[in-house]
């Protein structure tokens, strides 16, 4: 039965349509998934579904890259106030009581917090918004403790192309695939976890989202399946496609907005 994850990003703000504006999108999806029947469940819910072979039709949401947008409203110097996905979360929640009552999300955070800085004084203004101190940490235990959202790892520099220096033995950038050894794995992987787990008081989740989706053998089949269930428990890929039985836990798929689908009848056509 169907089982599918959505990945949102919410420093995709660069215009005020639904296929250039997450926050626009995210809201809309809402009552598109409940109105095609889709249950919205915590990503660990799913996972645990994927294990049983459960005959629910189950969505989960993910958020990249731990903007401070995912639950803070701002705005933005020339389209004005963004909405954030707690905040459309929450209103959702209001303006059709029971309708989802499991309606959660996980966001994945970088855990360098000089990546995140370099991040931020680097974004690609034709794909994202980012403005001073918008990758900071606060608000990750906050989230937590709101019961709406989850924290999860999204590698400790993501490899970024603007960085300086990144952890890796070759300083591959723009590459996640190369992450080949278990020297850069436990860079980018346990360090970052270790790092989350401190961060939240030991409340984030063991999940593992691929930077820019690229994953290798090494990772899915090697590294992570033996690291630990305490440091990484199931791994997200970018494959647009839903969840079927048989998946690696390590392989799990998910459909980006923005990317994979650009309005409510494209998502629609995804999900059927
Ligand atoms: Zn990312």
Redesign the pocket.
Known sequence: MPLAILAYHSHHVVGAGYEVNDHVAFARDLDLLTNLGWTIVPLSDLVAAHAEDSKERLVALTF??GPVYDVDDVVHPELGPQRSFAGAMRDFAARRPGAQPRLHATS?V?ASPEGRLAMEASADATYTWLAPGALSESWWLPAIESGLIAIAN?SWD?LHPALAAVRHSRGARGDFAQVDTATDADAQVRDASAYLWSATRGRSLPYF?Y??GHHNAFLARDYLPSVGAGVCAAAFTTEPRLVVPGDSRFLLPRFVCGADWRSPEALARLLA
């Open positions: 990249d890259d994945f970088i999204h993501h989202a930077p820019f």
